[in-house]
């Protein structure tokens, strides 16, 4: 939401002048940055909403998408994109990436200049960190399979239990979802928003799993580290071989951990279980930077304008622990060819060169696309688009930095 | 004059088709374009910060902006 602030001014000179503006909550794009996992339910999507509004001091209300992501879905399944629409309901403006400074213009255009522009040094937004009731980077971060896919994963709810205060994220090598054999990855994250931590005086999370008929698990009983510190937040990972899984099938984890909330004061056991659909979740977003020693968090490494911005950067060493990770010295380069494959769910390309040979690529989740001459996404790729693009070699596969395509 | 207008049937057999799968991924599922300039805003209920449902046919009547996003 680096937006939010140019979005903020164009509020304030034309909300008055009649024009309605609304942010539309969706499901995360980046989930596990600054910790926040995705909602289960409704109510943990407006707990999201509520949180939106008191980090980003925005002042533009907030619309909530449904569960099912069904609005969008109808609008184009992209994380930032922005529409004006007409009084009538008909869609006058549709932009793949909010641009602030084009839709000023577009409003102008619509109903009329502002005399005195609002600017962002007119507003006092108030922005404030987000939670964290206790220590961090405490346990190291494990090493995701590469080019995992987030999987569908839903909680068995009972009536009056508790809250899901640990989210399971499981992801899969693209192997395990056709049949074969690889790494699949659960991760149980505390959610920030219910303000509790991991009780490390008691025994550490437990995770039984019942694989599906036929399958076969490295391992069906894990437990998580034992951790010195009395309370941290960390997630608790883990990574196991599977093999004969078949698409679609489900796997089912039972849970059983201590957490504490401090600021209401208790401390409780909590047993609970999650199934886990092996087939991929379109709407689960993309951990990057987290246990993933290639890719940076940290924005501050995209430099400049331009799709081949300046000089590539300094080879940087890798930390296992995940912490200040950055990606290691690699091979790489500038290509061109021809998009055969589009995988937007995996975030993958598949590129034919003019020898007619076929390379498949990860695209960074802070990769620029600029597409006929605008900043695009995945989504907006085609078979068949001819493509330029920067690229370097990470634990992941070749990874796509920069790309261009017309 | 008959072949001009079976050279534009087939024509239009040929490219139209094309372009009609130029969004889609030959063995991959495609994502929903978005909505056409042009085109109604889709009739899907949404909710309101509280909770309460929101159907996006209540913005009829003034211009609307409609930005995505969240957290993270």
Redesign the interface.
Known sequence: MRKVPGLETIYRDYAPRGVQFYYVYKSLAHPEHNGYVQPFTLAERLMHVAEAERTIGSEIPWLCDTMANDLKHAMGDAPNSEFVIDPEGRVLVNRTWSNPEQLRKDLEELIGPVENPTTVADLDMKTLPPPQPAAKGVVPRVERPKGGVALRVEPVVHDGGEPFYVKLRAEAERSVLGGESGKFYLGFHLDPLYHVHWNNLTPPIRVTLTPPEKARFSETTLHGPKVEVEGDVDPREFVIDVADVEPGQTLRAAVSYFACNDEEGWCKPVSQEYVVRLEADRDGGWARGVGRPDLAADRSTRRGSGVFPGRPGKPMATNPAGKDSRPPAADGGREMGRVARVDAETNSLTVRTRDGAEQEYQVSGDAMLRINRRIGNINDLSSGDRIRFQWRSSPDGRLILRLMAR | MRSVFFLTLVFFGVVAPAFAQ??D??????????????????D????????KE?P??S??????????????
């Open positions: 130029r969004g991924l030959p063995g991959k599922r495609n994502f929903a374009a978005k909505p056409a300039v042009g085109e109604m805003l889709p899907v209920a949404v909710y309101d910060a509280a909770g929101f996006l046919r913005l009829r009547g003034k211009h609307a902006v409609l930005v995505f996003g969240c957290l993270t």
